[in-house]
């Protein structure tokens, strides 16, 4: 029999709220994450180097050998900031191009939470932008061009390598922390299958069976729950409007953001329900849309897409980080 896990009270109290306005939710127990099998191909020239002071907050880093200072693609795993390694990225093609590759490892939402984060997407967002400014203040001793930088992930590390790409730089140039005064900013980014917002309404006018988004928050449940998981985030929404402007890539595209390039593996549907909402292309339509709206190059691939120029992420970053 499924049982109700403890109901913890998401106490919006970094908004402008009473914390009695703040929805409670229930919280699933997270389960334990196998370890990821390493993709096959070159091991990282250094393993687990330690960019903040938590277990889970260390990159592998792979060198390209060259006599210049060499692009990068800084890579964010997948598993919807629950689950997932750094272990599964690929490397040797482009260390064979001449670019070196960065491989992140993150705190998840479930470890915020028991910590008290909010919201607890804070802490995988945050870890990347600091994994970011590491790599960059490292870069004089790796060889690492600190002006050619792509990141790049799937579904949560494709959204959180957006966040990246379109938030103001978080470079603090007054800090006493020689890391902090790294600028965030990206060259490019290439991902797949991103979640290009975390707003609920959004999220349903544009996929109506879509059901993502709430755990970023705080609405994490088991499986059996997740309409009514939906309809508290979504019922929600005035309250954690603040929050969604400040984690929600789409909200954060200006016209000074470097360009991007999302993959998907199906075709488009806007309004109608979809076999997998978490990775429909009806994300990528919309940040296309807004970001042709606003005068930044976005490409949009998916099977029969127009105006196609780049068949892979690899391709993509190729072209832009070699220029």
């Known amino acids: 029999m499924f049982r109700i896990p403890l109901l913890i009270c998401l106490a919006l109290s970094a908004l402008p709220l009473r914390a009695a306005d703040a929805p409670a939710t ?3 127990t997270p389960k334990a994450t196998p370890k990821a099998t390493p993709a096959p191909g070159p091991a990282p020239t250094q393993r687990d180097v330690h960019y903040g002071p938590g277990a889970k907050q260390v990159l592998d880093f792979y060198k390209a050998e060259s006599s210049t200072p060499t692009p990068l693609v800084f890579y964010i795993h997948g598993g919807g900031w629950t689950a ?3 272990d599964r990225v690929t490397v040797a093609p482009y260390l064979r191009a001449g670019i070196s590759v960065v491989s992140v490892e993150y705190r998840f939402i479930q470890e915020a939470l028991a910590a008290g984060v909010k919201p607890p997407v804070e802490w995988p967002l945050h870890d990347a932008a600091r994994a970011l400014q590491f790599v960059r203040s490292k870069a004089a001793e790796w060889n690492i061009d600190k002006k050619r930088i792509g990141a ?3 579904s949560a590390g494709a959204c959180s390598s957006l966040w990246l790409a379109f938030h103001p730089d978080m ?3 007054k800090s006493a922390d020689p890391v902090a005064r790294e600028s965030t900013r990206l060259l490019c980014a290439a991902v797949s299958v991103a979640q290009t917002s975390l707003d609920p309404q959004q999220l349903q006018e544009w996929t109506p069976n879509s059901r993502y988004g709430g755990h970023a928050f705080g609405f994490m449940t088991d499986v059996p729950h997740r309409d009514s998981q939906f309809a508290e985030f979504l019922a929600a929404r ?3 409007l603040p929050w969604i402007r400040e984690y929600s ?3 954060l595209v200006t016209a000074d953001d470097p360009p991007v390039y999302l993959s998907y593996s199906t075709p488009p549907a806007l309004g109608q329900e979809q ?3 978490t990775h429909t292309s009806n994300y990528g339509v919309k940040l296309q849309e807004k970001c042709r709206g606003i005068g930044v190059d976005c490409e949009l691939a998916y099977p029969g897409a127009p105006g196609v120029k780049h068949a892979t992420i690899e391709a993509y970053f190729l072209e832009k980080l070699k220029q």
């Open 84 to 86: 997932g390694s750094k």
């Open 275 to 277: 076999r997998d909402p």
């Open 26 to 28: 229930p919280i699933a």
């Open 171 to 173: 470079a603090d140039p």
């Open 152 to 154: 790049t992930g799937g």
């Open 238 to 240: 005035e309250q954690l």
């Open 249 to 251: 890539p789409f909200e």
